[in-house]
């Protein structure tokens, strides 16, 4: 059995746009061990979102096979992909997703109640992630009453909250100040690793990527560099 928590072999996608395709990842394979902290950069429309979508079982490819775990992705029903999802994912979305008709605290709830965890570990567990990420006393608030930064933060508590053993981060710290992005990144990393998650995040920021122990840069779909981040000039 190989070590690979993620294995992709040569997926590609496609999406239609009237009568021409767009082809967005074309023939990708990867590899990502458990517990590895992999960032991706690569230029806005080459793809990156859409690999998450895909890896998270959201979206699914045109050809090529995704596994995660034991699970291959590209032979799930819809309904096992979503249980998986549920399960083994926290997904921090480019957009946060948040449920506008839930408070903050419910957002964060969510996860452990689809997965049936018993009443009070939800509240403590939720309770605990709203204050590491420094919403304690804003529980109550709707998202739509919330910075965009707070929202973020909200989500980045969602996604980690039921300790899932893969995390997608989308631009995690996207809208957050410097100051608070450093925070969320030391916060994510620490937690990611305390926890011995696999984590693939999205990122415009060098510095971030440089928190990664593996940095992958897009182009156009493509692979096209596979780096450690100490070993390399990361120049973009
Ligand atoms: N559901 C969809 N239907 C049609 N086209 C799509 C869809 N999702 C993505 N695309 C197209 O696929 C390409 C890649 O999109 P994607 O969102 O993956 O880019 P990205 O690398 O995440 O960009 P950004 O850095 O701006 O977030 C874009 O050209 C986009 O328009
Ligand atoms: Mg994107």
Same mark, same amino acid.
């Not at 190989?2 to 746009?17: C, F, G, R």
């Not at 767009?22 to 230029?43: M, P, R």
């Not at 096992?80 to 957009?95: A, D, P, V």
């Given at each position: 059995?190989?070590?690979?928590?993620?294995?992709?072999?040569?997926?590609?996608?496609?999406?239609?746009?009237? !009568?021409?395709?767009?082809?967005?990842?074309?023939?990708?394979?990867?590899?990502?061990?458990?517990? =590895?902290?992999?960032?991706?950069?690569? +230029?806005?429309?080459?793809?990156? !979102? @859409?690999?998450?979508?895909?890896?998270?079982?959201?979206?699914?490819?045109? !050809?090529?096979?995704?596994?995660?775990?034991?699970?291959?992705?590209?032979?799930?029903? =819809?309904?096992?992909? @979503?249980?998986?999802?549920?399960? +083994?994912?926290?997904?921090?979305?480019?957009?946060?997703?948040?449920?506008? @008709?839930?408070?903050?605290?419910?957002?964060?709830?969510?996860?452990?109640?689809?997965?049936?965890?018993?009443?009070?570990?939800?509240?403590?567990?939720?309770?605990?992630?709203?204050?590491?990420?420094?919403?304690?006393?804003?529980?109550?608030?709707?998202?739509?009453?919330?910075?965009?930064?707070?929202?973020?933060?909200?989500?980045?508590?969602?996604?980690?909250?039921?300790?899932?053993?893969?995390?997608?981060?989308?631009?995690?710290?996207?809208?957050?100040?410097?100051?608070?992005?450093?925070?969320?990144?030391?916060?994510?990393? =620490?937690?990611?690793?305390?926890?011995?998650?696999?984590?693939?995040?999205?990122?415009? !920021?060098?510095?971030?990527?440089?928190?990664?122990?593996?940095?992958?840069?897009?182009?156009?779909?493509?692979?096209?560099?596979?780096?450690?981040?100490?070993? @390399?000039?990361?120049?973009?």
């Amino acid at each position: 059995m190989s070590d690979h928590y993620i294995t992709l072999e040569q997926i590609s996608k496609s999406y239609a746009e009237g !009568s021409a395709t767009h082809q967005v990842l074309n023939d990708l394979s990867l590899t990502v061990a458990k517990g =590895e902290q992999v960032a991706i950069l690569g +230029h806005s429309g080459c793809g990156k !979102s @859409t690999l998450l979508n895909l890896i998270s079982g959201i979206d699914y490819v045109d !050809s090529g096979t995704i596994c995660v775990a034991d699970a291959n992705l590209t032979t799930l029903s =819809e309904r096992e992909r @979503t249980l998986f999802r549920r399960r +083994h994912i926290g997904f921090i979305f480019q957009s946060f997703n948040l449920i506008q @008709t839930l408070t903050a605290i419910e957002n964060i709830q969510l996860p452990l109640q689809l997965n049936r965890y018993p009443t009070v570990e939800i509240d403590t567990r939720a309770q605990a992630l709203l204050a590491r990420v420094g919403l304690s006393g804003r529980g109550d608030a709707f998202p739509d009453q919330l910075s965009g930064g707070e929202q973020q933060r909200v989500a980045i508590a969602r996604a980690m909250v039921h300790s899932p053993a893969l995390v997608l981060a989308d631009e995690h710290t996207g809208n957050l100040d410097a100051d608070t992005g450093r925070e969320m990144v030391a916060l994510f990393s =620490e937690l990611a690793k305390s926890e011995k998650q696999t984590v693939l995040m999205v990122t415009h !920021s060098l510095a971030i990527a440089k928190t990664a122990d593996r940095v992958l840069r897009f182009f156009n779909g493509k692979l096209i560099a596979d780096d450690n981040p100490d070993a @390399t000039d990361l120049a973009w």
